[in-house]
């Protein structure tokens, strides 16, 4: 009944819930005595704060709490990831358009909103920079003062928040053999994660302590946040992060989360914060990006060299997003065998929204250029686009980058099934193109998750998680692990997720690693308890250890079977109790690495599209949109084909109608859902088929690779190819929506 | 602080009488005053489908309805899908399709679905994609959800 837990399409675990309406969403907990919590902002991108008058807003009645930077503790508390540089209110100036300088607590929503909109906030507005070139430019006024960079920060007198080098080989050396470089600037939009479900979250003073419900996929670096901003041990913050309404990377980080916790203990009541769509637009976004890629080819089509100029705007502070940089550029050159390489990646700071980590992590902004590229050459070498690739794809277990994890799956196999599967080759319709691109990502690089399983008594089973499910499915698989490992019916397990005070530690949940890394850690968990059971059965049959075999649910001595359970309730005797097993899954930093870490597992798909431009409006209809992944193994295929649709579908978005658009002052002005389009049911290809290679190569449980950002690494290559095939025309700017296209094709460029 | 005033609701075959504030939506009034947290609140401007509702037999967003217009009025809301504690043949199809993914826009999904099931039992994909196109889904899980209404509109017409 259970053992073919392992590869079902089992349903998911909290389904139910999520049908009915039931599941509770941070904004659905209603606290006790809570306080409604509404943010302050000022309606240009960067100003000086001259005053914060209080008093008709504090005379509303109902409002309890009118926050600025002055009541808090002083010098202001900064906080970040990478660097702490972000105020938990604005002081001073305020660096991008929705940067909160004061927080309203009030008895009702509607009091919160009042006394919000009563705050009297003088400021001077100073020039400001929103695009790459602007802020480069060497009279660019500067986005964060000396103060807050890191401390002696070469780079502190320029916008440049990084400079990485990387490489290997002699590009220049390289050039003399190269017969065909191809060079060109692409630009990938600011476009943002669009969680259905806005940020929220609630604090509420528990002693000497804290307790706060957050949307968030990292409920123990926040936890490790707060501690420090509130000078309290970690045992006195306990974070709870229920089921988030999707997340896709902007759930990572704090942002507002440390004004919510202060206006809870300035109060001594819970303060509840449920964040509009346009304040969630204003929080977190994805890094856009300007990359020169220049690329040299053989006249067979072998890569000589690729030389990267790549600048990541970043935001007004840093939050994970030199992080993105560093990861998205170290693979720039692809899953290619390319044998000189040179990388320059910089994060620029700009007074825009801060930008944070989102499904792909910087590899979709390099993608994009490096395959578009690759088309180039290909065509003019009179080569097909698909044997190009084939020509250069690191086979596995081939080093194609020094010093980083070898491929670690048979690529080849899944291009070849993408490119069957788009019936390359087939000739198409006038007016029709086709695509195909590559993407691969580094998994986590390091990371750590702790797994306890309890056993109980009659037989069920209780495992508790530290990973967030965001709507990937994580406590549906990792019951199916506890299911196939214990023998203990699905119906039987618990998860439970999303408590620091009960969970044991896991590091986060991001970079597609859970189903690894958590995996592994329940695994090893189930283990534990299976070894346990060994022992004691030794014991109650009076057979040595070595005899019994501990398979699945299974126990085999030498002359009988036995249930897991069985042996567990003989074990445990007339008192009852439970086994308790342990598991714990790390990878360590690499010593020297140039991002810290190599990777634990790639992320390796292809995408292939078929298209339709319409030469009088330049609408691009997708006809077919084939992604493959190479999953290792899939532990639940219904939720990894989920997971790889949406992901396309996501790309799509990024790649046909979604960005920013920033008036001269630095407002984003199509903050929310009616001027920022997302892909609807009417927005689809025609025919979107995801499918998965499973070798049983990856590190995960049972030869899992991670899932879930692989088919958006690379769309916006594959329908930029398949437009160029379709028109003749390479666009180097996205989205490719209906004007772009069309002006490309009246200016025949 | 502000005006209120009395209505009359019917919200899942349970009548409710109770005073609201004049400016409060009836995203409000379900959420806040009556606890009905299954209806959800994403853009407040009647573009994501998140908190749709059916009022007397037709699907609104309900962040654009004032409460004081639905008076009087019938509503369903995703609280009212199940019945005697078992899900309905679209609830159910949603979990096997693997529809609900992180769930925020389910709610809305299913009783856009449920009114086109109401008025057209038997939808093509390209009913459904119409009918739906007013509820976003950021998980994108728009061909499960399709392949969930299908699946539910042959099971009740079984």
Known sequence: MTTQAIGASLPRVGGEERVTGGLEYVADIRLTNVLHAKLVTIDCARARLISIDKTAAEAVPGVRLVMTADDLPQPMLRFGPQVEDRPVLAVGEVRYHGEPVALVAAETKDAAEEGARLLKVEYEELPAVFTVDAALDPAAPLVQEAAIRRPGDPLADTNKFSEHHYGWGDVEAAESEADLVVEHTYEYPMVTQFAIEPHACQAAPDGDGIMMWATTQHPYQLQKILAKLLDMPLSKVRVFAPDLGGAFGGKQWPHMHPAVAFAALRTGRPVKLVMTLEESFQAVRRTSAKVRYRTGFRSDGTLVFEDVESNFLIGAYADIADRVVTKGNWLAAGPYRVPAVRIIARGILSNTPPATAMRGFGIPETAWPREMNLDEGAIALGIDRLEIRLRNLARQGEEFVPGETPADGDWEQTVRRAAELIDWGQPLAEGRGRGLALGCKSGPTTGISYGTVRFLSDGSAILLSGVSDMGQGARTVYAQIVAHELGVPMEKITVIMGDTGVVPFTQQTSASRSTVLMGNATLGACRDIQHQLQKAAAGLYGVDESEIIVERGVVRLPNRELSLADVLKAALGSLGGEFIGNGVDRKDPTPGHPIKGTAYFYEFNCTAIDVEVDRGTGEVTVLRHITVADTGKSLNPMQVSGQDDGAAIMGLGHSMMEHYIFDEKGRVRNLGAIDYRIPTSKDLPLELISEQIENGDGPGPYGAKGVSEGALLCTAPALGAAVRDATGIAIRDLPLSPERVWRAMRDGK | ?158
């Not at chain 2, 939506?25 to 853009?43: A, N, P, Q």
């Not at chain 2, 998140?50 to 609104?60: K, L, N, Y």
């Open chain 2, 1 to 158: 602080m502000s005006d209120r005033f009395p209505i009359e609701l019917t919200v899942n075959g349970r009548h409710y009488a109770l005073e609201v504030a004049v400016h409060h939506t009836l995203l409000d009034v379900l959420r806040d005053d009556l606890g009905l947290t299954g209806t959800k609140e994403c853009c407040v401007v009647g573009e994501c489908g998140a908190c749709t509702v059916i009022i007397d037999g037709r699907t609104v967003n309900s962040c654009l309805v004032l409460a004081v217009e639905a008076d009087g009025s019938e509503i369903l809301t995703v609280e009212g899908l199940a019945t005697a504690g078992r899900l309905s043949p679209l609830q159910q199809a949603f979990l096997d399709t693997g529809a609900a993914q992180c769930g925020f826009c389910i709610p809305g999904q299913l009783i856009s679905a449920h009114a086109l099931l109401a008025r057209n039992p038997h939808p093509t994909p390209e009913d459904i994609h119409e009918a739906l196109a007013g509820n976003l889904c950021r998980c994108a899980g728009y061909e499960q959800i399709t392949e969930a209404v299908l699946a539910a509109a042959e099971e009740v017409g079984r």
